[in-house]
């Protein structure tokens, strides 16, 4: 499904794609929201720096992350959990800056869910090569409340399946400015990101910035 939206000059070219019940794709949403997200990155990026994590297993991720809010989603040899403390730095999070929170709160309203609050963004950061395997999102308290994601920089190819593990996968190509809103039945979905393309993009260099808005508490 595909329809165009004409409320506003700025809007304009945003369209909304259903890849199934509760997964919403904005296309070219974050746009309009442009300057203040950049700016706002480079204050949290300088407060609390893109890192690999190592996961339970003992693998260190591709994907470098970092997040702010009340809660940053964290992972050692001890497990995954939302922590309100960098382990970095020993410090809070950076606070969630104003134009993160109208974004998420606008494209969640847009999907239908006109509460969300979201209290956690994780920031993860790719690199050619870097990929994300298919996994769930499941430590948040309240699956009722939606995920939204933006996409920044270099395009990625975004795996989305079903809610078991062995379900075929979509592959849905996310570029700059593309906003995802995961809500409903497609809240556990397994997802994940393959290997990024080498590319170029004027705003990020040569990587691909992803932010994830959640509930986490
Ligand atoms: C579908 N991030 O941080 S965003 C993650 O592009 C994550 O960095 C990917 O998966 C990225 O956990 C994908 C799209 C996404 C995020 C959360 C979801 C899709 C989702 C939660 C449920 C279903
Ligand atoms: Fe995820």
């Known amino acids: 499904m595909s329809l165009n939206l004409f409320d506003d000059a700025e809007q304009s070219r945003v369209w909304h794609e259903e890849l199934c019940p509760g997964a919403l794709v904005l296309r070219h949403f974050a746009l309009s ?4 997200i950049f700016a706002a990155l480079d204050e949290i990026a300088a407060q609390t720096p893109f890192r690999h994590m190592v996961t339970p297993g003992g693998f260190t991720m591709s994907v470098a992350m970092t997040s702010c809010g009340s809660y940053g989603w964290v992972t050692d040899r001890r497990g995954y959990r939302y922590d309100k403390v960098d382990p970095l730095s020993g410090k809070q999070w950076p606070v969630l800056p104003e134009v993160f929170r109208k974004l998420a709160e606008d494209a969640a309203a847009r999907a239908g869910f006109a509460d969300f609050a979201p209290d ?3 920031i993860n ?4 090569g870097a990929r994300l395997s298919l996994h769930q999102d499941k430590d948040e308290r309240d699956i009722g409340q939606p995920i939204v994601s933006v996409s920044l920089g270099i395009p990625a190819i975004f795996l989305f399946g079903g809610a078991c593990r062995e379900d075929k996968t979509q592959r849905i190509q996310l570029t700059h400015g593309d906003v995802v809103v995961w809500g409903g039945p497609a809240r556990l979905h397994f997802h994940g990101i393959s290997p990024l393309k080498e590319a170029h993009h004027p705003l990020t260099g040569d990587v691909r ?5 959640r509930k986490a508490t």
């Open 33 to 36: 929201y442009e300057p203040a």
């Open 120 to 122: 956690a963004c994780l």
């Open 125 to 128: 950061r790719y690199a050619a």
């Open 209 to 213: 910035i992803n932010l994830t808005f």
